[in-house]
């Protein structure tokens, strides 16, 4: 059995995956914050979603954590976790001797990447490779990661994806990258918050319910939204050519929504152009359900499948 | 041996290549129009290369074709290849019953990605799979092509490497696609050389040397041309990750002019923002090499490597 964890900003998602690849067991835990509480949170999500699987921590064969931030992926280090109260961890090697297991770490976008891909490829009967996925991850800030053939594409230097910071108009609204427009300035959730400035716990729904009530500056922050999602798909599919595109992240909450804005601006660039027409972009856009254990689950796989040893012992043990 | 065509809208490139991958003969003819007289063309070319490398046809294992327009690699047909006069040609069907060699048909772009690839890897000694590059072809269009590991990167659908139409400014100049702010609609040498409206041979050479003179519109162009460079190049980067982009096709005649405004455009969102500046964009991109055989070579590559047949021949044989 393996354990895939999702630590994010406030909860930490945890996941069991047995031998034939379901979900044997999940919890949710209230994320630390610090290092230090990462551990902790780490350690503790483990054992608890081991005991809701009605395990024992020997029978744990990997543990694959996805998590925000600049990750490592063969050392298990992780930095610029901000949003945690991370600068610098080095996760997998404070974790493993804890738990007496192999510890893999990923950046929680290319985890659920993975983990979107292999739950689209079950629910379709696809297999485990199916041909090529971007998962966009709408949360607070705007990244993707691509998945070819079952596998991550990680790029030369850990950027494949980072579509948030490309600019799409250069007399768009700055960017905390320091750019002008960039598609994290238009479609993230911190940039649309700040933007709209007022308070609520869920500013980008304040903001949809506040354009339908004729509110003028959420209408052109939700246009934004839609422009910045419909320009990522584009970029994804005129770059990469991924069969599929997956939208998930806080973001998507807003569901059918935030689809409907999205599916009218791909349904206008291709009304203007025989060229984005013949892509059939609208149909290549799909929601990740709500609560998905994407994430968790693709820190699993991950756990799994990153170390060549553990590739071999669950192939011929 | 093998022979690799490029066939462009006035010359068609043929090189021969031999067994220990040098470039053993070279011939340029001057391309016919229309699918009848591209065919001759063909025919002549491999006939003409073949006497220049003093091998016989007998000799030939196999030949690739690189062609613009919308190719399908499997079936060697090519469709749109307006510059050619060609709306629909069975290519690779008609010429090899003529030839009596196995054809083997892909885009231009493409195969001059693979080209350029193998040349940079023999120039810099790196073997024949060292990592990733983007090869943005600047023509009268622009579009790349994208080689990881030594493979062509061809997507789901066959649009992987089309930059040309991400728009980048919803207040740029119309597209011929129908889009605004593409960008092929600043960067391309058919768009300028249409904005430019002024009769001459080299458009795009001449729009720099009047930017250089101080006329307003020619600068405006210009800007627009390394806007539209840069760009591509970031979005070939934050998407694909790759190592390096190569840069080449007509408008890369200007040399160093063209780089120097590139890079001068990479600088300044360098400047801006931390994150760019991490990614260290002005190093990853670099000119092909005036009059180099990338094309005509990677055609040859294709025409030796895509047939599974032919692999296992060069392999055992």
Redesign the interface.
């Known amino acids: 059995m393996r354990v895939g964890l999702d630590v994010g900003g406030t909860k930490t998602d945890a996941v069991v995956v047995d031998d034939a690849g379901d979900i044997a067991g999940r919890v949710r835990l209230t994320t630390g914050w610090g290092g230090e509480q990462i551990v902790r949170t780490v350690v503790a999500a483990v054992h608890a979603v081991a005991t809701d699987a009605g395990a024992d921590l020997s029978q744990i064969d990997s543990v694959g954590i996805g998590i925000p931030g600049q990750v490592d992926a063969e050392t298990g280090r992780v930095a610029h976790a901000v949003n945690l109260g991370v600068d610098d961890l080095d996760l997998a090697a404070e974790v493993a001797p804890m738990l007496g297991v192999a510890v893999r770490v990923e950046n929680d976008v290319k985890a659920a990447a993975l983990g979107a891909y292999a739950l689209r490829g079950h629910a379709l009967g696809l297999g485990l490779r199916h041909?090529?996925m971007a998962y966009l991850n709408l949360g607070t800030g705007v990244a993707a990661g691509i998945v070819i053939d079952g596998e991550l594409?990680?790029?030369?230097?850990?950027?494949?994806?980072?579509?948030g910071?490309?600019?799409?108009?250069?007399?768009g609204p700055l960017?905390r990258?320091?750019?002008h427009g960039c598609v994290e300035a238009l479609a993230g959730g911190g940039a649309v918050a700040q933007r709209w400035g007022r308070p609520g716990r869920f500013p980008v729904l304040d903001v949809f319910d506040a354009a339908d009530a004729g509110d003028e500056t959420a209408r052109e922050l939700r246009a934004g939204i839609a422009r910045g999602v419909a320009?990522a798909v584009?970029?994804?599919?005129?770059?990469?050519?991924?069969?599929v595109v997956v939208l998930g992240g806080g973001v998507t909450a807003l569901g059918d929504r935030l689809m409907a804005d999205v599916s009218a601006e791909l349904a206008a660039?291709a009304a203007?152009?025989?060229?984005?027409r013949s892509?059939r972009l609208e149909e290549r856009v799909e929601l990740l359900p709500a609560g998905s254990p994407a994430a968790a689950l693709g820190a699993a796989l991950i756990g799994a499948t990153n170390d060549p040893h553990t590739e071999e012992a669950l192939t011929h043990g």
Request: charged share 15%; aromatic share 2%; with cysteine.
């Open positions: 041909g090529s594409s990680r790029g030369a230097r850990g950027t494949a994806g980072e579509v910071h490309i600019s799409i108009d250069p007399a960017c990258c320091g750019q320009s584009r970029i994804l599919i005129l770059t990469a050519d991924v069969d660039s203007a152009s025989p060229f984005m892509l």
